[in-house]
Each structure stands twice: as structure tokens, then as C-alpha cells.
């Protein structure tokens, strides 16, 4: 058999160069088709969803910034309301001036009444008064401080720490009378009108002077100078 002659051999790579080119640049036109309908889908995607001129644009923008200062203006609205309408002022104020009143009266205890007591009992503070019901590792009975007893592991009776505890709370209790009476004093004196506290004489309850009728009882009432009476006319 004759082999085929270099003229053949060139016809036959000319024709599959054409077949390959061919089939390349149907390829790529497919390809470019999908890309452009995608794009273009996605263009009208987009369109869809913005708004079509820069004036609708800033109505939005303007819309939505008067529902977000809405917003915050009502939170804050009812906020200042709790604060100032509620008591939470008056017990935040009560409770730092409380704490700060606890401490010295606690002071007024340890620091000036209890010293005196201290020279009684040679020495020692309220707080080292205890009695030890069972001795600690050492088999002592007879400890110089509280804490000596404690480290030892005894079992006490602080007899000291419970009368000192006592005694601020009673300092406490008249400190703090002595101020509320000092005070309602004071306010009946500059304002002769104000309001306080009388006595029921039906139910001995306490009834606000600007009363009528006892919320307790509910007996109706006449003010008379500094003290209530019941009103016989409406019973």
C-alpha cells in the first residue's frame, strides 16, 4: 500500500482545524448567549428593587428616619416617665442617705460609746466578749482574742458581736426618730398647711390630715385644730 502524499496529509489538518474551530466558536457563542441573559436578569432583579429617580430614593431615607426618631423619642419618653413619675429617685436617694446614716451611726458605737464600756472590762471591745463552749486543737479554754479562738477551731458564744449589733440598731432607731421629728417640726412650722400624719380616734390608725374619711375604718371625720373627730352627721 502506497503511504498517503504530503498534500493529502496537509488537506486532512486543514480539516480538522476548521472542525475544532468550528466547534470552539459555537461554544463560546453559547456561552456568551447564557452570560448576557444572566446579566440581563439580573439587571432587572435590580431595577425591580430600587427605586427609579433619586427623589422616591430620598422619600424612603426621609420616611425611615422619622420611624427610627419616633422610636427613640417614645423609649425615651418612657423612660423619663419611670424615672421621674416612679420612685426610683426617692429610693435611690433614700438608700444612699440610709447607708451613709447606718455608718455613722455604726462609728458613733464602736468609735465613742463603746470605749467607755471597754474600761469596765479591761480593756476589751464588745466584740471580744465570748465564751468558749467547746476548746479548739490546742485543748484551751482560755483565748485573748475572738480570733485566736476561731484559728484554734473552738466553738464560741460571741456574746459581743450580738451586743454590739444590738446597741446600733437601737442607736439607729433614735437617731433616725430624732430626725423625723426634728423634721415634721420644722415643715409644720414654715408651712403651717402641710400635710401629716393624725391619729384615727375610731380605729387609732394614722390618717393624713387632709382627710376626711379614714381609710382604714372608714370613718368620716372632722378636723379639729391638731386631732380628728368622727362626724356623727354622715354616720
Known amino acids: 500500500m502506497r503511504p498517503p502524499s504530503a498534500g493529502v496529509l496537509k488537506t486532512e489538518e486543514a480539516k480538522r482545524q476548521n472542525l475544532t474551530s468550528s466547534f470552539a466558536a459555537e461554544n463560546s457563542g453559547s456561552d456568551a448567549a447564557q452570560f448576557t441573559v444572566s446579566t440581563e436578569t439580573e439587571a432587572n432583579e435590580l431595577s425591580r428593587l430600587l427605586p427609579d429617580n433619586l427623589a422616591e430614593a430620598r422619600v424612603l431615607i426621609h420616611q425611615s428616619s422619622k420611624e427610627a426618631l419616633a422610636t427613640m423619642s417614645y423609649f425615651w419618653r418612657s423612660f423619663y416617665d419611670f424615672v421621674y413619675r416612679g420612685p426610683v429617685v426617692d429610693l435611690g436617694v433614700g438608700i ?22 471597754s474600761l469596765l472590762f479591761s480593756g476589751s471591745t464588745f466584740t471580744e466578749w465570748f465564751f468558749v463552749l467547746r476548746p479548739g486543737n490546742s485543748g484551751a479554754w482560755i483565748y485573748t482574742t475572738l480570733d485566736d479562738a476561731k484559728a484554734d477551731g473552738a466553738i464560741t458564744e460571741n456574746v459581743g458581736r450580738f451586743l454590739n449589733s444590738l446597741l446600733t440598731f437601737v442607736f439607729v432607731a433614735i437617731a433616725m426618730m430624732l430626725v423625723v421629728r426634728s423634721l415634721q417640726a420644722l415643715r409644720k412650722r414654715l408651712d403651717p398647711g402641710a400635710e401629716f400624719t393624725i391619729p384615727c380616734p375610731a380605729c387609732t390608725n394614722s390618717v393624713s390630715s387632709l382627710a376626711c374619711k379614714c381609710p382604714s375604718c372608714c370613718t368620716w371625720l372632722i378636723k379639729d385644730t391638731a386631732r380628728f373627730v368622727i362626724d356623727h352627721t354622715r354616720h
Open 96 to 117: 444612699v442617705i440610709g447607708s451613709t446614716f447606718a455608718t455613722i451611726v455604726s462609728s458613733l458605737v464602736e468609735d465613742i460609746l463603746t470605749p467607755p464600756f
